[in-house]
């Protein structure tokens, strides 16, 4: 027997790292069933899915799931986690005060410290809610130093993140608008220290698209990405913005479109034939004026992939649960013909947001092979039981004081309720920030 042969059978029969054990499987895998079943975990890798009623196989660690439901961890292919800090006091803003207030007024203000403290409070915010994967749209590029502080506070949570570099945000108006600016030149240095495209924080390019510059600036942000081997992702909402992109030669896989609100349906299915993917960000698309109708079910009937995101916890919630729950009522509202079930609410919150991030080879279900980022939502209480049909207590009665368990590579964040990760530092730090912007930008907060 060769060496090779005998180190794989070794590894082959060697015990789990942990294995998740008694729960109700929701996979989003056609291949891998739902029901009870047991998840083995070996080396941060789903390593097997094993039959419920087998004997239990040794592990180092052994999560009971019993009553509960376990699925893939879920996904937010989009939020502006820099602004974290300055939670949920946005609510009655127009598109136009969100604008004027966060880049304007806020932006130029915030130094590398209140870049990390925000990101490190958001991203254990999405821990806290069962998200295990954040699109963080970081456009606060104001020094090397911000970057370096947003990529540090991702990496610190332990949440898996997409960190999309954008622009800076010190005189705001050079870089958006009729802009033809070029990107600044760090973000091949940033780039350089995201080099491993399997690591747990990765990179995109957060470009600004033709409704945020000129034509020559959308092509040369592409380009850029293209030459880095990144992916995009843009604020799109326009008639006609797609037919400009496919125009100019740039639709391709490569790019996500955030919102897609005033899209028209041919343009939408024209890009979803050449590979482009979306992600909605229902609530605050319905309660933010300006920002339009959420194109939830024209997506889903252009056949374009579709995830779910926050966008900015100035003005939403920042779980996932109450965007599905907003998706599903405009949907149903609109009286739009395309069928919106459970189920594909909770593919868009997972699968559909991991192939928007560009993860869907690693996360997003229940497969073997994939990254053990898994969540277990308990289903006891009075509030969600009995659990009749697992995805609609789901989408109906999920919020993040369920979450029970999250895990990112098979490292636990969040065991039996219990957020693991540095939130009095993340507190702390958001309060400090939260006083130097009372003071920098008073202004734009309310009364105390």
Wanted: hydrophobic residues 45%; charged residues 20%; aromatic residues 4%.
């Amino acid at each position: 027997m060769s060496k090779t042969m005998s180190k794989a059978m070794s590894k082959a029969m060697s015990p789990y790292d942990l294995i998740i054990t008694g729960g109700h499987l929701i996979t989003m895998d056609a291949a891998v069933p739902d029901g009870p079943a047991t998840v083995a975990v070996r080396d941060g890798r789903i390593a097997d899915v094993l039959p419920a009623g087998r004997e239990l196989p040794p592990a180092a660690d052994v999560l009971d799931a019993g009553g509960a439901l376990v699925l893939p961890g879920l996904v937010d292919a989009h939020r502006h986690t820099w602004q974290s800090a300055t939670r949920h006091f946005g609510l009655d803003w127009s598109l136009m005060d969100y604008l004027g207030a966060a880049f304007l007024r806020l932006g130029p203000a915030f130094r590398p410290a209140d870049v990390h403290a925000a990101t490190l409070l958001g991203a254990l915010g999405a821990i806290e809610a069962g998200i295990t994967t954040l699109v963080d749209w970081a456009h606060i590029q104001n020094t090397p130093e911000h970057s370096d502080a947003a990529v540090a506070a991702l990496r610190e949570s332990g949440i898996r993140a997409v960190f999309a570099y954008g622009w800076p945000q010190t005189d705001p108006m050079r870089w958006v608008g009729d802009s033809d600016a070029v990107l600044p030149d760090d973000v091949h240095r940033v780039r350089a220290g995201l080099s491993e495209d399997s690591a747990r924080v990765t990179m995109a390019l957060a470009a600004r698209g033709p409704e945020m510059s000129r034509a020559s600036a959308v092509k040369r942000d592409l380009e850029l990405a293209r030459a880095l081997g990144l992916r995009a992702t843009m604020h799109l909402s326009n008639a006609g913005s797609l037919t400009q992109l496919d125009t100019l030669g740039l639709l391709d896989e490569t790019i996500t479109i955030v919102h897609a609100c005033g899209c028209g349906d041919d343009e939408l299915k024209l890009a979803a034939d050449l590979g482009v993917t979306a992600t909605v960000s229902p609530l605050i698309e319905l309660t933010m004026p300006g920002l339009g109708t959420p194109a939830t079910g024209r997506l889903k009937a252009a056949g374009m992939v579709t995830g779910l995101s926050v966008d900015t916890e100035i003005a939403t919630s920042g779980d996932l649960f109450a965007q599905m729950r907003a998706a599903l009522a405009q949907h149903r509202q609109s009286g739009h013909p395309e069928p919106l079930s459970a189920r594909d609410l909770l593919a868009m919150a997972t699968a559909g947001g991991a192939a928007a991030a560009g993860l869907g080879d690693r996360t997003g279900s229940i497969t073997p092979g994939k990254r053990a980022d898994l969540i277990v939502v308990a289903t006891g209480g009075a509030a969600t039981p009995p659990v009749v049909e697992p995805a609609a207590s789901l989408v109906l009665g999920g919020h993040p004081g369920l979450v029970r368990d999250v895990m990112v590579e098979g490292r636990l964040l969040k065991r039996d309720g219990v957020l693991l990760g540095p939130l009095r530092e993340a507190l702390d730090a958001a309060v400090r920030t939260q006083e130097h912007l009372r003071e920098a930008a008073p202004e734009v907060f309310p009364a105390l």
